[in-house]
Nanobody
Framework: QVQLVESGGGLVQAGGSLRLTCVVS????????MGWYRQAPGKQRDLVAT???????NYADSVKGRFTISRDNAKNNVYLQMSGLKPEDTAVYYC???????????????WGQGTQVTVSS
């Protein structure tokens, strides 16, 4: 099995910073893309940022210049450094990883349980 566990969420004032961490563990042969998504109450889950195994990144327009995604391939971790936080960034943040469990297996998407980020004005 594969588990994704997020941490680092919390309550922060507007303009503040938080760093989210996602640890991927279990039966892993390799990990392709990793990413962060968020879901605000009553809204759909949206992409925040993704990073490939080679380090190429992609960001939602709303977070460009404020958020930075990174990964540690040796630890199977992915991070999201968030700065200049705004009340509209308030959401549950989910970690996603495309995991290959063996040399003959196809990649499969896995999700964490989510971590709450609340930004007060």
């Amino acid at each position: 099995q594969v588990q994704l566990v997020e941490s680092g969420g919390g309550l922060v004032q507007a303009g503040g910073s938080l760093r989210l961490t996602c640890v991927v563990s279990g039966s892993i042969f390799s990990i392709n893309a990793m990413g962060w998504y968020r879901q605000a109450p009553g809204k759909q889950r949206d992409l925040v940022a993704t990073i490939t195994s080679g380090g190429s990144t992609n960001y939602a327009d709303s977070v460009k210049g404020r958020f930075t995604i990174s990964r540690d391939n040796a630890k199977n971790n992915v991070y999201l450094q968030m700065s200049g936080l705004k009340p509209e960034d308030t959401a549950v943040y989910y970690c996603n990883a495309e995991v290959v469990r063996s040399w003959y297996a196809s990649p499969k998407d896995y999700w964490g349980q989510g971590t709450q980020v609340t930004v007060s004005s």
